[in-house]
């Protein structure tokens, strides 16, 4: 069982945190009053409590509590008795080592897999692939492992960015970067460009938002997928 | 003892590959033939041959022989009897991840410090900081360490940019990464634009190529350098 929305941002310009997601949210969290939120990121390097009291004030204007996995006692027990979980962008580096350090990440890939609603925005949408190796993140801080959830069998790339054929900056884009990853990686990789989302309900997992994705397999020429298309033979 | 040039990229955006440190080359391998490369980094996925033959065809132009590091039965032979070195861009942590698995990070750090001439450019230039924490690069390999080779007492920021002032795009800036680095590192961050480079001579760093650098310090506000100044006393 999967119950899920994974986000490229928690952010659009020229709206407020979690604006176009608002209709999305009112389904997947229905019928729940209190969501448990992981705030291990650290957008900018905001604390866990200025990163908590921000995510409440948004989702109390749709009459939910948020609770930081960090005011808890045992992390574990939070994540276990959780009704619904959020966590949130910054730091994937950062993210996935909290969640190693605390013992969070197999009670969380449980508690996903058997069915609680869970969203995630760019970070907390990269930990629900296969590993981390595809952030646009910096390597902040040397977590355990690279390997996260694996809530579908392929990574995401967040905050997906088309080349600019404008630019004359020579760092690599992000279709160089991805091609790197498939020189020594298998899995798929979905480019989630800023506004879309994946809607994932047990089997079934869908593109949402209007814009399409650029599907990275390897040995294959990249493709775009519309909006509205299936992603759940993608492995 | 050290000789090096430290370089934000290999190839300047309208001109050839190291065309724009052609002259900067001509004195720091001066005298020197054969010049040891290593090719670990592999931009874009290529082969470690095809590297070193692009790489060979470009120092021809000034009557210099380039043998790749993998072309040797014994890596750490190889930069022991190493009269010039040159490691080039690609990926950071496939280039750490390789240098560690071959065990030549110490010999290499030895013998940049004993003067042997040594040019970086990109993922070249950020192992020569105190830890490859503030690449720009995926980490599409799982490397034993972080900690780089310390030549200098600070960090690189290689291809620098500046954040655009019209983007819509949510991902972080440039900045923000480098301010979330030091939330949990101390070290200072040189942001090197394309164009720059270090040139070190034994105890003097002075930043050359006409363009100014971004120097972030931890708890400071980060602030510009001109190109001529020196960098020998950050730390």
Redo the contacts between chains.
């Keep these: 069982m999967r119950n899920c929305i994974i986000a490229s ?6 709206s407020g945190p979690l604006e176009y997601l608002q209709e999305a949210l009112n389904e997947l969290f229905e019928g729940i009053n209190e969501i448990l939120f992981i705030p291990y990121a ?4 905001i604390s866990h409590d200025e990163y908590t009291i921000g995510v409440n004030n948004i989702f109390k204007k749709i009459n939910k509590r948020i609770m930081g996995i960090h005011m808890f006692e045992d992390p574990l027990e939070a994540v276990k008795n959780a009704k619904g979980i959020y966590t949130g962008g ?2 994937t ?2 993210l996935v080592d909290q969640l190693y350090r605390k013992g969070v990440i197999e009670p969380l890939k449980e508690k996903i897999l058997s069915g609680t609603p869970y969203l995630g925005t760019s970070a907390g949408s990269n930990i629900c692939g296969l590993t ?11 977590p355990p ?2 390997r996260t959830l694996g809530v579908f069998p392929f990574n995401i790339n ?2 997906y ?1 088309d080349p600019d054929p404008n630019s ?5 884009t992000r279709e ?10 298998p899995q798929p990789v979905v480019g989630l460009r ?1 506004g879309s989302w994946l809607r994932i309900i047990n089997e079934d997992i869908v593109l949402e938002g209007g814009l399409s994705a650029r599907i990275f397999e390897q040995n294959k020429t990249p493709y775009e997928m519309n909006s509205g298309n299936s992603l759940s033979n993608l492995h």
């Design positions: 941002t928690s952010t659009l310009h020229g650290r957008p900018g390097g910054g730091n580096f950062l981390m190796q595809t952030t646009n993140d910096m390597p902040i801080v040397y492992n690279f967040a905050h960015l004359k900056h020579k760092g690599e160089t970067r991805i091609k790197e990853f498939h020189n020594l990686n800023e």
